[in-house]
């Protein structure tokens, strides 16, 4: 079986588990990690599970990096980022916005990712150098080029520390100046939604590798860029932006949060 092949079907696999136990979801097997803001549900445990032994039998001498179980590191050449459920507070209240996202990633770049929502049954795959699908049809980034028409996604992950007063100037810069901007809660599904063409871009900061780590050789193999705040490559640490690539610099302009005077 072909990594890709892997790939899709785990990501199948993982996100039918986590459809059947959002149905069976109850206050009980909903839990605080760090702070109240933010949760873990028993099935994010469940998916990951699955799909960690999943790759430990399949490549073993890989690398995991799992958003519930940490890292296991080897030091090799290749390392899994897999976030069992992107958007555990959406899926803990019922939406359909979260999905399973699982990266391979080489030498610390991303190669290979699959971002699959179960409840929207939508899968994006993307290897490098062969494109991006949904559902097995290529697609790309949307061409649309005027920063006024653009509907960007974005989230308040970092928020989870308290209060970050840049990630809100950031969000009052960029909201009169667009179309629209959408958060559902899931960072892995709206860098999916980035390289479909239904948004033209994203950002966020305070993200983890294993939520964006699939969502950027999506956006990329679409014809799309991620960079960090700065137009760097240090993301997510620096934070994260993705977008269509037209209005790339023009939506890194409005990352800053300096104030004049
Ligand atoms: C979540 C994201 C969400 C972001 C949160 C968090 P989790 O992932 O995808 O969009 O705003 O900070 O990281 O914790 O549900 O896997």
Not at 70 to 89: F, H, L, M, Q
Request: charged share 30%; net charge negative.
């Amino acid at each position: 079986m072909s990594v890709m092949d892997f790939m899709r079907e785990t990501a199948l696999e993982a996100g039918a588990l986590a459809l059947r136990e959002q149905g069976r979801l109850e206050p009980g097997r909903i839990h605080s990690k760090a702070s109240v803001k933010d949760v873990v549900t028993d099935a994010d445990l469940m998916v990951e599970k699955l799909v960690v032994e999943g790759i430990r039998d399949r490549f073993p001498e890989h690398d995991i990096l799992g958003e519930e179980t940490g890292a296991s590191r080897k030091g090799g050449e290749y390392c899994w980022a897999v976030d069992p459920i992107d958007g555990t507070a959406s899926y803990a209240r019922g939406t359909p916005f979260f999905s399973v996202s699982i990266a391979l990633m080489r030498n610390g770049e991303s190669v290979a990712g699959a971002v699959f929502a179960p409840r929207l049954d939508e899968l994006f795959l993307a290897e490098r150098g062969a494109g991006a699908f949904l559902n097995g049809k290529k697609v790309s980034v949307s061409t649309r080029d005027d920063l006024r028409l653009a509907m960007l996604g974005t989230g308040f992950g970092s928020f989870r520390g308290g209060d970050d007063d840049d990630c809100l100037r950031r969000f009052a810069r960029v909201v009169p100046e667009v179309s629209e901007v959408r958060r559902c809660g899931s960072a892995a599904l709206e860098l999916a939604y980035v390289a479909c063409g239904r948004y033209e871009g994203f950002w966020e900061t305070g993200l983890k590798l294993y939520d964006v780590a699939a969502g950027v050789v999506l956006v990329t193999e679409a014809g799309g860029r991620v960079s960090d705040l700065l137009g760097g490559g240090d993301f997510p640490a620096k934070g994260t932006v993705a977008s269509n690539g037209l209005l790339h610099d023009r939506l890194l302009e409005r990352m800053t949060t300096e104030r004049p005077g």
